[in-house]
C-alpha cells in the first residue's frame, strides 16, 4: 500500500499543471478566499489529483490564465506571502494530494530536495521490508498483516 503509488513518488507532489479550463465562482481574489464572483465551479480536481480553485482572471487577481492556481500553492502562498519561486515545490507530507492544511505542506527550495525526501521515504520503507513489516506479493508491496 505504502508503495503502491505511481510509477515515480515525486509525481505525486510535483507541480504539473494541466489545461483543463473551466469557467467558475469565487476564490481567492485579493485576499477574499471563496468571495462568489460569478456562477459556475469554484474549484475541480485536476488530473494528478490536485485541487484546483477558480481565483478569477484579469488583472489584480490571483488566478493563472485560466483563473485557477493550485490549492496547495495558495495555501503556501498565504503562509509566506508570495508565490512559488522557479524550482520550489510544495510537498504534502502525508502523501495525501488534497490534504492542504498548511500543517501538512512543506516548502522545497528545489526539485532536489524535494526527490530526496522521497528517496529518504522509500528507504524507509525498504527497511520495513527488511524487518518484514512490508511485504512484496511478487507484483506490489503491501502492509504486512498483523497478529
Ligand atoms: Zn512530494
Known amino acids: 500500500m505504502l ?6 513518488p515525486c509525481r505525486a507532489c510535483s507541480n504539473k499543471r494541466n489545461g483543463i479550463k473551466k469557467r467558475g ?7 477574499k478566499r471563496y468571495s462568489i464572483r460569478e456562477v459556475g465551479k469554484t474549484s475541480y480536481v485536476d488530473t494528478f ?16 490564465k485560466d483563473g485557477y492556481r493550485p490549492e496547495h500553492h495558495l495555501v503556501m502562498y498565504e503562509s509566506i506571502g508570495r508565490f512559488l519561486e ?3 515545490v510544495v510537498h504534502h507530507i502525508n502523501g495525501n494530494k488534497l490534504d492542504n492544511r498548511i500543517e501538512n505542506l512543506h516548502l522545497f527550495s528545489s526539485v ?10 522509500e528507504d ?3 527497511e520495513l521490508v527488511k524487518q518484514g ?11 504486512a498483516e498483523r497478529e
Request: proline share 0%; aromatic share 10%.
Open 3 to 8: 508503495l503502491d503509488r505511481q510509477d515515480h
Open 25 to 31: 465562482v469565487s476564490a481567492w481574489n485579493s485576499g
Open 49 to 64: 489529483g490536485y485541487r484546483q480553485v477558480w481565483c478569477g482572471r484579469g488583472e489584480g487577481s490571483l488566478g493563472r
Open 86 to 88: 522557479k524550482g520550489e
Open 112 to 121: 532536489s530536495k524535494h526527490r530526496q525526501a522521497h528517496n529518504s521515504l
Open 124 to 126: 524507509i520503507a525498504m
Open 133 to 143: 513489516v512490508i511485504v512484496f506479493d511478487g507484483s506490489k508491496y503491501y502492509l
